[in-house]
């Protein structure tokens, strides 16, 4: 899978977890019925490994897990960092989801330039499309072609104003942290309570209850 060869291609030890990851992650879909999940591209996988397993216990026992079915949206399936590879933590490529105007700005100042077509700088543009439409960037690069400082300009602005109510949001919630733990239980408890009826329903279809 795609975690065994990214985590080889960086030179990192494999271990078990590796190949438990999507396994886990195929269990807490299948438990609670899911049907369909929204997933970057390189996540397809997971879903395949999560359908792979509903058929397989609903061959053996009978009609029970729904096959999930991936959700891929075609303009999002892969965010590109600020070096043009997949944004990721382990890349150090990132824009921080509610970072502040300066960490935006200093992360949009690193993005690499050395990759443009016809005065457009390839990585600047990718990431701004994700947040507005090619139609509204048009008249901007073609404006400022080859002006990359100012591009990078609009893209701090651009993501800042897109940013702000998020992290505005995040920092009004983050001044109540009993009602976030609140929420927090209320939810376990609700998945809780779904698992226990599914874990058991399960238990009986495999004759171990």
Known sequence: GHLYKDAEAK?????????FYPVLMAADILLYGTTHVPVGIDNKQHIEIARDAARKFNHEYGE???????????????????????????????IPLF???EEIKKAVMSIVTDSSVDGVPTHVYNIHKLIKSE???????EEYKGKYKALKDALVED???????????????????NKIISILKQGNAQACDIANVRISEIKKLCGLG
């Open 159 to 177: 993501l800042d104003a897109f940013i702000a109510p998020m992290r505005e949001r995040r920092a009004e919630l983050a001044k109540d942290m």
């Open 99 to 101: 970072a502040t105007r």
């Open 135 to 141: 139609d509204e960037l048009k008249s901007l690069y």
């Open 64 to 94: 029970y897990f729904a096959e999930p079915k991936e959700i891929l949206i075609e303009d999002v399936e892969l965010v590109p960092g600020t070096d043009g590879k997949k944004m990721s933590k382990s890349y150090g490529n990132t």
């Open 11 to 19: 030179g990192k030890e494999v271990l078990a977890g590796t190949f």
